[in-house]
């Protein structure tokens, strides 16, 4: 039998289930983009260009791209740097983590998650490959960078949070009654 402290609200649950969930999204496209021939993945390794594209209709491609660096090519590393990226990486993603144990409001609990599920994501690739795979080209749209998953889940997890904390907080009861002037 489960001690009272040990059992998990739904409301506690849910947002845990969207970190694996965003994972393993990000790391099942990527597995598919290293699988497809078309990218030549591994054969240009070393680049720092676009390994192989593939059009598609619209104004998306997917186009391969080792990243050295964060989210968005950011601080480009490799050796010791690609260590150091990694744990800091690691330690931004269990604070965020410790951070949505305590979080209430379910926005600021999803925002928290994606933005996990997304740095544990890119943090796989970085100590896996000393890279992270990126394959989403969104060039015809005058967006400059190649991104993956994890980093679009990054994206808009911190879109939500910068909602939650500065537009929303101006909203939110502070708990305290209001005092006549």
């Known amino acids: ?13 849910w947002p845990l289930a969207i970190i694996p969930v965003t994972l393993i999204a990000d ?3 990527k597995s598919m983009v290293l699988a497809n021939e078309r990218f030549r993945a591994m054969e240009c390794f070393h680049n720092s260009f676009a390994c192989g594209t593939i059009e598609l209709p619209g104004p998306i491609n997917l186009s391969m791209v080792w990243n050295r660096g964060m989210s968005y090519g950011m601080f480009q590393s490799e050796g010791i740097g690609r260590w150091i990226l990694a744990i800091v990486m690691l330690a931004i993603a269990l604070g965020f983590l410790r951070w949505l144990m305590v979080a209430e ?20 690739d970085r100590v896996r490959f000393g890279a992270v795979v990126d394959f989403i080209n969104a060039g015809a749209l005058h967006f400059p960078w190649v991104f993956n998953v994890a980093d679009a889940a990054i994206s808009v997890g911190a879109v939500l ?16 009654p209001d ?3």
């Open 27 to 29: 790391q099942v496209t």
């Open 1 to 13: 039998m489960q001690s009272p402290r040990m059992q998990m609200k739904p409301a506690q649950v």
């Open 105 to 124: 409001g379910r926005l600021l609990k999803l925002s928290l998650a994606l933005v996990i599920g997304g740095a544990f994501g890119n943090l796989i």
């Open 179 to 181: 005092r006549p002037s």
């Open 161 to 176: 949070l910068f909602f939650d904390q500065f537009v929303l907080s101006g909203r939110k009861p502070s708990g305290k």
